[in-house]
């Protein structure tokens, strides 16, 4: 092979190899994220409950590809989190603590890095977690921790879907049924997510069970 034969070949490799490289490099961080919440949805959502588990745990190493490939975007940080929140829900047990705990480190890196990135989502995430979570001496549950985040999220979105939703259900919790029931319309009336139709019919189902968690 002459010298120039070797640089004519090496002319054709060096742009395919540049090609290859930049669709390793990832996609756009917001593409990213519409990718991870509506995979969530279909997950959380419209897998049956016998499968739900599996999917939520499929989903984790996807959202936390995303975050190697962004470290510093706060949407994705907190999505991982939130990922991890609902596969701890799901899983349940003893077992479910670890991802609890490493869904609380995540949205709370997320809260650090820009904490408005989801509107009150990341705070309402969180304060989700700690009212969720069973208190010492098992988990890190904390009833006032969790309502101090979940009002932070709701000034964050005051007219917003799942800071509304998690607030009701914070306070049925709290046995505040008659004021859960203001924040349970409230979620309803929100205006619908156009980029997210799955997650907003998958929540509206979440606040009827809760207004029939009131009814009974």
Known sequence: MTIRT????????VPLLSAA????????????????????????????????????????PVAEDAVRQYPQSAPLLAWRGIILSTYAGAKGGLGALDLAKQALKSLEAAAKIDEKALGGGIDTSIGAL?????????????????????????????????????????????DEKDKAKLYLQQALAAAPRPARPDADAGRRQDIAIAIARLAE
Do not use: C
């Not at 990718?35 to 745990?57: F, I, S």
């Open 130 to 174: 700690y009212y969720k979570v069973p208190g010492w001496p098992l988990g890190f549950g904390d009833d006032d921790k969790a309502g101090e985040y979940l009002a932070k999220g709701l000034a964050l979105n005051p007219t917003g879907i799942d800071e509304n939703y998690f607030y009701a259900d914070y306070l049925i919790e709290q």
């Open 6 to 13: 070797l640089m004519q070949r090496v002319a054709l490799i």
């Open 21 to 60: 490289s930049a669709a390793f490099a990832g996609e756009d961080p917001a593409a990213l994220l519409l990718d991870l919440q509506h995979k969530w949805a279909t997950a959380n959502y419209q897998v049956p409950e016998k499968g739900r588990e599996d999917a939520l745990k499929a989903l984790v």
